[in-house]
Every structure is written in structure tokens, then in C-alpha cells.
């Protein structure tokens, strides 16, 4: 199949690349130099995309309101619950904290990923681009090493276009995790270790038995997915945050925002990319404790290629537990290009400010979205905020991704037997308990 409206290109050699038939026919990688990380190129230049993020398009039923910019190339091929088109909330609660205890006065917007319909979390745009792209080129096995989410909305997706999908998860993963996978037929292997087994037992099980593997934080899928979200903040808001604050694991929101405004920099739709700020649970933060030990000493040459791998990371976030981040480089180059920061958030918090969230605005995040919210908290603490920034928290996943979470979010009930124990309360004496963890 020939194709003319996108292709690859190689970013370590330049070597250029059909697309998705040659990419998959020459085993995801570049033939020429074998390294897989590729830009996605469009042949239009993005020059109609003042028109969609104008509404002149009509309003958006699902991300794929960007066909012309993903890459695909037959919209019969198209999977789609209609995620992705999400709303950006303000969290006022948040700025009066801030001002209150930092004097900042700073907006604060909440990327309400919670609300994708396939299974509430920021993955579900990367899953409904790679069942698109998987059915569009034919492949009907498929498979994927995860720490939970990406394993889920995979397997929802890709059951939606009739494919076959083996998932390789950790020891640790959340048990709604898995049933989330077994549920619609697609079979879990939960291996006898942590995250790096499962990446290495599905490389050789896609190896052994020529299934295609899922390629990880920097698969053109994945990446063309999420890069989708700059446009929508253009749409929504008009602008680009100053501050994007996101949990991390592999990080391939920041590695996809980055693609998405170095595509459309020649439109001169928005000002300066945002801050990278990105938190890492206490449990597993190796990303922060590369930067940390590069900030000491002065970043000295070759700094961000010296990062510690973490063996059998043991953390309350299993979303998050990614201890061989080989992608630090990258995302060590974004964050410290945009005056960024890498952030550790403790985790023994998380339940916390999942119960501060639900009490002031009524939305149930999930572990992973509290740790994003631990970290504006955290960023407050260590000055990393400056007055008047526009600072985006992506809240990543919604509630029933851990239902145990739920179960610890239980505070105010009182056993009863008599009418006499039975007194009306208000619901305004919690708040100042549910912002003790949290203020300086
Ligand atoms: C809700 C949520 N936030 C953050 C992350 C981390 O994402 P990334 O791997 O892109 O860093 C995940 C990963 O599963 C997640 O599910
Ligand atoms: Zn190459």
C-alpha cells in the first residue's frame, strides 16, 4: 500500500519509512540502523488544523476529529467510543490554596481523563489509535507488557475491533487490573516478578511466536495519540499551560505533548511549550533520583544518560511501579529544556488527597491521578510554581481503576444501634482534617 499522507522517519538516522505496513512488515524498527523510535510525519503540515480547533469543524466526537493528523488511512478502519474530546475543569479549590499558603495567585485546570468512556484513563486514546492502526494493517494478534492501565484499555479496544491481545503483567498488578484484561476473552500472564520481567517475557513471546508487541512510551501509535491533547487544549482553552503536571511512569504524555507542538510550531497557535513537572510515587521514583543526584552535581556531562534501575520496586502505585526507566534521557532533555521538574510524591499520602479531591469537587480519582494531585502539593512546598502560571494537572485515571482505593476512602461513618447515637452533621467539618497532610 502506498501511502501519501504520512510516513516515519528514523530519528536516529533519518532513514524514512512508509508508514505503518513497512514498519510492521520490518519488525518496528528502522531497517537501517535498528533503533525504533520514529517522528510521524504528515504530508499536509497540519494546515488544517486552525479550522478544527476553531469549531468550524463542527465539535468533536472523539479524538479521531484529528484523522488528518493521525496515522491512519481509511476512516472505515476507525475504533472509537468517542474518547479523548475531555473537559479541562478549573480546580478553584487548588488556587485558593494557593494563594492562602504561597501567596501565588496561579490557575489551575484539570484534564479530566477520568471521564474517557472506554475504561477511564489517559490510555484510552492510545488504545483506540492502536486497534485502529492494528486493524487497518491487518494484524489480529497483538501484545503488551504493562503495569495496568495500558494493558486494560488495550484489551477493551482491541476487542472492540476483534483482535487478539496477550498481556504481560507484573506480580504486583492491581487484581482489577487483570480481571479489567480477562474480561473481554484476552489472556493475562502475570509473571512471577516485576515490570521489566514482563516487558522481557513478552519481547520473547512476540519473538517466539511472531506476534507483534505493543512499543512501549515511544510507540508512533501511542505518541500520535496523545499528542491529540495539545489540540484540544488549543480548542478548549485557547492556549497551551505554562505548567503541565503528570504521574510518571514511562512518560509518554510529556515525550507526546512535545511531538504535538514541535509539529504545529510553524502555525504559531501558541506561545512557549508548558514546564514539564513530573511526579513520581515515593515507592518508585528512579527518574527523581536521577535528577536529584544530576542537579547535585551541576549537570555535569553526560548527566542524563546516569539513572538507577530499581529491582522489585516495591510501591502502593503499581500503575507507576516502572523501575528501568529508559526513557529518562528523553524526558530528562524535555524537563530540563522547559525549566521543569522531576518531583517525588509520598505515596503513603495518595488516599488523602483522593478524599480532599471527592470532597471539594466530586470527582473520584484513581491512585495514579492522586499522585499527579500529590504532586502540585508538592510542587507548591519546593517553589517550583511561579505567580501567574496556568498549571495543568492531568488527572490520569478515575476511581474504579482501584477499586481498594475506594474501600480506603470510607471516613465518616459512625457504627450505630440507637436513634439517640444518630445526630446530623455537616460535611464542612471534615475539610479542615482533609487538608492537614497538605498544608505547610
Ligand atoms: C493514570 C496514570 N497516570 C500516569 C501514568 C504514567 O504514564 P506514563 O507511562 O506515560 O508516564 C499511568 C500509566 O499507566 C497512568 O495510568
Ligand atoms: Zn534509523
Same mark, same amino acid.
Given at each position: ?50 479550522? =478544527? ?29 468517542? $474518547?479523548?474530546? #475531555? ?21 489551575? =485546570?484539570?484534564? +479530566? ?73 484476552? +489472556?493475562?500472564?502475570?509473571? !512471577? ?19 507483534? %508487541? ?7 501509535? +501511542? ?35 512535545? !511531538? @504535538? ?5 510553524? =502555525? ?10 513530573? #511526579?513520581?510515587?515515593? @515507592? ?17 556531562? @553526560? ?13 502502593? #502505585?503499581?500503575? *507507576? ?5 529508559? /526513557? ?14 522531576? *518531583?517525588?510524591?509520598? $505515596? ?11 470532597? $471539594? /469537587? ?18 507548591? !512546598?519546593?517553589?517550583? *510554581? ?5 498549571? %495543568?494537572?492531568? #488527572?490520569?485515571? @478515575?476511581?474504579?481503576?482501584?477499586? $481498594?482505593? *475506594?474501600? !480506603? ?21 471534615? +475539610? ?6 497538605? /498544608?505547610?
Amino acid at each position: 500500500m502506498e501511502i501519501n499522507k504520512y510516513h516515519f522517519v528514523c530519528r536516529n538516522c533519518g532513514n524514512k519509512i512508509d508508514g505503518f505496513p513497512q514498519w510492521f512488515n520490518e519488525g518496528q524498527k528502522c531497517s537501517a540502523c535498528n533503533k525504533n523510535w520514529v517522528d510521524v510525519k504528515y504530508s499536509n503540515d497540519y494546515l488544517k488544523l486552525p479550522d =478544527l480547533i476553531n469549531n468550524r469543524a463542527g465539535h468533536p466526537d472523539s479524538l479521531f476529529h484529528y484523522f488528518d493528523y493521525l496515522p491512519l488511512v481509511d476512516r472505515n478502519n476507525i475504533i472509537t467510543e468517542g $474518547e479523548g474530546v #475531555i473537559p479541562v475543569d478549573r480546580w478553584k479549590f487548588l488556587e485558593e490554596f494557593a494563594y492562602q499558603y504561597y501567596n501565588l495567585e496561579i490557575t489551575v =485546570l484539570a484534564y +479530566r481523563n477520568d471521564t474517557n468512556p472506554g475504561t477511564g484513563t489517559f490510555k484510552d486514546v492510545a488504545a483506540a489509535v492502536a486497534a485502529s492502526v492494528l486493524k487497518e494493517n491487518g494484524i489480529s494478534d497483538y501484545c503488551v507488557a504493562s503495569t495496568g492501565n495500558i494493558a486494560n484499555a488495550f484489551a477493551h479496544y482491541l476487542a472492540l475491533a476483534g483482535i487478539s491481545l496477550s498481556v504481560f503483567i507484573p506480580e504486583d498488578a492491581l487484581a482489577a487490573n487483570e480481571a479489567g484484561v480477562g474480561c473481554y476473552g484476552q +489472556r493475562v500472564f502475570r509473571v !512471577k516478578g516485576d515490570y521489566s520481567l514482563a516487558k522481557h517475557l513478552c519481547a520473547e513471546f512476540s519473538k517466539k511466536h511472531k506476534i507483534h %508487541m505493543s512499543g512501549g512510551n515511544i510507540d508512533p501509535a +501511542r505518541v500520535e495519540a496523545k499528542k491529540t491533547q495539545v489540540f484540544e487544549w488549543l480548542r478548549q482553552l485557547g492556549y497551551v499551560p505554562d505548567v503541565y503536571i503528570q504521574a510518571l511512569a514511562g512518560g509518554t504524555g510529556p515525550i507526546a505533548i512535545h !511531538k @504535538g507542538l514541535e509539529d504545529i510550531r510553524h =502555525l504559531k497557535l501558541f506561545e512557549k511549550e508548558p514546564r514539564y513537572v513530573l #511526579i513520581q510515587a515515593s @515507592g518508585c521514583n528512579p527518574m527523581t533520583m536521577a535528577w536529584d543526584q544530576a542537579k547535585k552535581e551541576g549537570f555535569s556531562e @553526560g548527566w542524563k544518560n546516569r539513572f538507577p534501575i530499581l529491582e522489585h520496586p516495591l510501591t502502593r #502505585i503499581p500503575t *507507576l511501579a516502572n523501575g528501568n526507566p529508559q /526513557t529518562y534521557p528523553i524526558l530528562a532533555n524535555l524537563v530540563h529544556s522547559t525549566e521543569g521538574e522531576f *518531583l517525588t510524591f509520598n $505515596e503513603e499520602l495518595h488516599v488523602d488527597v483522593a478524599r480532599l479531591v471527592a470532597f $471539594e /469537587t466530586s470527582v473520584r480519582i484513581g491512585p495514579a491521578a492522586a499522585i499527579a494531585v500529590g504532586g502540585f502539593f508538592e510542587a507548591l !512546598k519546593t517553589n517550583t *510554581l511561579r505567580d501567574g502560571e496556568r498549571v %495543568m494537572i492531568n #488527572i490520569g485515571e @478515575g476511581m474504579h481503576r482501584a477499586p $481498594e482505593l *475506594l474501600d !480506603k476512602m470510607r471516613y465518616t461513618t459512625q457504627n450505630v444501634a440507637t436513634i439517640e447515637e444518630c445526630l446530623p452533621s455537616n460535611r464542612n467539618d471534615y +475539610r479542615h482534617q482533609l487538608y492537614a497532610s497538605f /498544608t505547610p
